[in-house]
């Protein structure tokens, strides 16, 4: 599903106590921001020129490495991608979004609106990036449509930007790529460390979730600051725009069909999937990508009544997935261009080299910040990155946990201003990024204040 033009809107920042900034802000980047796709592509003619500037490389090797990284990530972006559309599934089922329902009636006021829907969202993505992305998209959905009914007067974009603006800590929690990857024996993180890095020493150690805490909280606050506050401005939930639930329009009259209808077949493989995750666990297996689409899927077959509400929302999440694995060729073909002629080697590079143990872990975290506006994959960036990294932070005396954890900070930061990972959101809420890019940036500010401040803590 490609992005959605959306009608004008007003300035935003009415009234808002940082309006002053937003207004200019939010004018420049709806002039200068293009489409997702257009973006990636002009990311590549970037990268492909800093190769030709900045390594041996030649346009013919450039253009090799970028062919032969088009396919470098499909058994990644296939992981990926079932993250996203598992993720939406159970964000759909009928219990989940009953839930929603109730929860988006708590809200009383328009700057509670917009925090709630981001602690929300935020706490979604602590337990999986993709349902953190659906949970926000439809969180906002949902507190727009209340609060339509109630006439009070929210503005919607502020809503999704608030409902993204909880991407920013996915990587502290249950589904971080970069941490999973570290902890899986026989992975090329353990293989440059000895030893897998176990997950209490990253995403559960109690600094990370301290970090967690703090940055939701830090990021509610700059919300608070830049939320119109002028009626004016406000521009609510589109009425025809609404999303209903998947409607099961499949008749019951053959045998087969009563089947369909039975909730026996899903529950028997959610049993299964039950059983499996409990030997698994109990065996001593660890969380791995893998491990988290089963463990939704499990949920996913608990929770719909049959195969045939099932497939009904396996259509309606297919198409969220469409923009991802169209441009995630693109990011790896990106990605093909920095590993292959060694631009991301001379750009790690560069920071370990101005880095000492004090501030190692602080520039680590910039650089990641920058790799990923270019290669916007927590496990591609730790594949590249990491052995880098970790050779740097072992003769610094950096504990190598803290340089993961740096590089999944940096992953997830500027994903506020990477257009990529809003697709599904924006699909689900009809907006374009450079509807809610003006919000989403100052929420970069403050959430790199507090990254910053945590890895400069740690060194």
């Not at 000895?194 to 830090?218: D, Q, R």
């Amino acid at each position: 599903m490609s992005e959605n033009p959306a009608p004008r809107r007003p300035s935003v920042g009415g009234g808002a106590l940082l309006g002053p900034v937003m207004r200019p802000l939010n004018s420049l980047v709806e002039k200068l921001i293009p489409s997702a796709l257009v973006f990636a592509i002009g990311l590549t003619v970037i990268v492909a020129i800093l190769a030709l500037l900045f390594t041996d490389a030649g346009p013919l090797q450039v253009i090799e490495e970028w062919g032969l990284g088009l396919a470098g990530l499909l058994q990644f972006m296939n992981q990926i991608a079932l993250v996203l559309f598992l993720g939406h599934i159970l964000a759909s089922t009928r219990p989940v979004r009953a839930l929603l329902r109730r929860l988006a009636r708590i809200p009383r006021s328009p700057m509670q609106s917009y925090v709630f829907v981001f602690v929300v969202a935020s706490l979604a993505a602590l337990i999986t990036w993709g349902l953190g992305l659906v949970v926000g998209g439809l969180m906002a959905r949902e507190v727009a449509e209340q609060a339509r009914r109630r006439e009070m007067p929210v503005h919607f974009p502020m809503l999704v930007a608030s409902g993204f603006s909880g991407f920013v800590v996915w990587h502290m929690g249950y589904s971080a790529s970069g941490p999973l990857t570290a902890a899986t024996p026989d992975s090329f993180v353990a293989d440059v460390l000895g030893e897998p890095l176990a997950i209490t020493e990253t995403v559960f150690s109690g600094w990370n979730m301290v970090a967690a805490a703090v940055t939701i909280i830090v990021v509610a606050g700059a919300l608070t600051l830049i939320a119109p506050r002028d009626p004016q401005q406000v521009v609510a939930l589109d009425v025809d725009a609404r999303e209903e639930d998947a409607e099961l329009d499949d008749e019951v009259v053959t045998p087969a069909d009563r089947v369909d209808a039975s909730r026996l077949p899903t529950l028997l493989v959610g049993l299964m999937l039950v059983g499996y995750l409990t030997i698994h666990f109990a065996g001593g297996g660890g969380l791995t990508l893998n491990i988290v689409n089963w463990s939704f899927l499990t949920l996913i077959m608990l929770l719909v009544r049959s195969p045939f509400e099932l497939l009904a929302l396996t259509r309606a999440a297919a198409g969220n997935v469409g923009d991802i694995l169209l441009q995630f060729p693109l990011y790896a073909g990106i990605l093909g261009i920095m590993a292959g002629t060694g631009l991301m080697q001379v750009f790690s590079e560069a920071f370990v080299a101005i880095s000492t143990e004090q501030t190692f872990a602080l520039f680590a975290f910039l650089s990641a910040g920058i790799v990923n506006f270019f290669v916007p994959s927590g496990g591609g960036q730790i594949a590249v990155q990491a052995p880098i990294l970790l050779e740097a932070a072992e003769s610094l005396g950096t504990d190598p946990a803290v340089a993961i954890m740096a590089v999944a900070y940096g992953d997830q930061w500027t994903n506020m201003i990477q257009p990529f990972w809003a697709l599904p959101l924006l699909a689900i809420a009809g907006l374009r990024m450079r509807d809610i890019l003006g919000y989403t940036t100052i929420v970069l500010i403050a959430s790199g204040l507090v990254f910053a401040g945590v890895l400069l803590a740690m060194s």
